[in-house]
């Protein structure tokens, strides 16, 4: 059986003698986060894993990266973030399975000398636990010239390029679930998995500013979207992906020392 065609941008492609030597390199081993989560009839289960993936890959190509296998799996689904437990295949995990699992990961990359590693998160419930997670491998192990960035897509777009994409009537993110935003980014990344004749138009019927519990039927719209994805274009995840790419070049740069391929 021949290896020739494995992708080695991801490190379950590669032999233990081909991860050795990226961690001589120094390369930057990549972690996408993200859920398995509604998002609206118009777009998959899978789309935080999706965009954190296509990003993460993306980096690929850019930097001396690799890219862990995802951790598919989010904390739990929010009512007013994420549509919470209302729709079918929402499935999330609890914060201490969470925060242990993306611990040990680190711990063993750190174990074996890995001196950057990046999260590149697709799912906002995420990000407190993954802060937890980072917290405790850093007391249970000296990081010495080791360094840990968390990301998040969303934190790089500009409120400048949010008020082209939304026609200066941004919602807010939390909102933006499954609306213009992530349908545009994901018709840039996966056109394929956007059923452009699904798009919601639907806003939900009360906006809270507060989490109640249990959640709020009428938080949350019939078809999962928090807000209308009519607008949505490939055009609109361009730009956003602009401020994605440039977003983290800034961010190695500052960081690592790094400058993109060329």
């Known amino acids: 059986m021949s ?5 080695k941008n991801l490190v379950h492609n590669l032999t233990w003698n081909e991860f050795a030597q990226r961690v001589d390199e120094n390369y930057i081993f990549i972690i996408p986060t ?13 789309m935080d894993n999706m965009s954190a ?4 890959m993306g980096l690929t190509t850019r930097y001396h990266a690799v890219v862990m296998p995802p951790l598919t799996y989010g904390y739990r689904s929010q009512a007013t973030i994420g549509g919470g437990d209302f729709f079918p295949g929402t499935t999330s995990v609890g914060a201490e399975a969470y925060i242990y699992t993306a611990r040990d990961i680190l711990l063993d990359l750190l174990r074996h000398d890995v001196r950057r590693i990046v ?18 491998a850093r007391r249970n192990h000296l990081l ?10 969303d934190l790089f777009i500009k409120e400048s390029t949010l008020d082209i994409v939304h026609d200066g009537k941004f919602p807010g993110w ?13 018709l840039s990344l996966r056109p394929e998995v956007v059923d452009m004749d699904k798009l919601p138009d639907e806003p939900a019927s ?20 928090l807000c209308p994805a009519t607008g949505a274009s490939v055009e609109k995840g361009n730009l956003l992906l602009d401020d994605i790419w440039a977003g983290y070049e800034r961010t190695f740069s500052i960081e690592f020392g790094l400058e993109p391929r060329t």
């Open 3 to 7: 290896t020739k065609g494995l992708d």
């Open 34 to 46: 993200g859920s398995i989560e509604e998002h609206g009839p118009h777009m998959p289960l899978g």
């Open 53 to 56: 993936y296509e990003i993460s």
């Open 119 to 136: 999260f590149v998160n697709g799912h906002l419930e995420n990000m407190f636990f993954l802060t937890e997670a980072i917290e405790l």
């Open 144 to 153: 010495e010239e080791a360094k840990i960035l968390l990301t998040s897509w």
């Open 174 to 186: 939390a909102l933006e679930h499954a609306a213009v935003n992530e349908t545009s980014l994901m």
């Open 206 to 225: 009360r906006v809270l500013d507060y989490s109640v519990f249990p959640p709020a039927p009428d938080s949350v719209t019939k078809n999962g979207a």
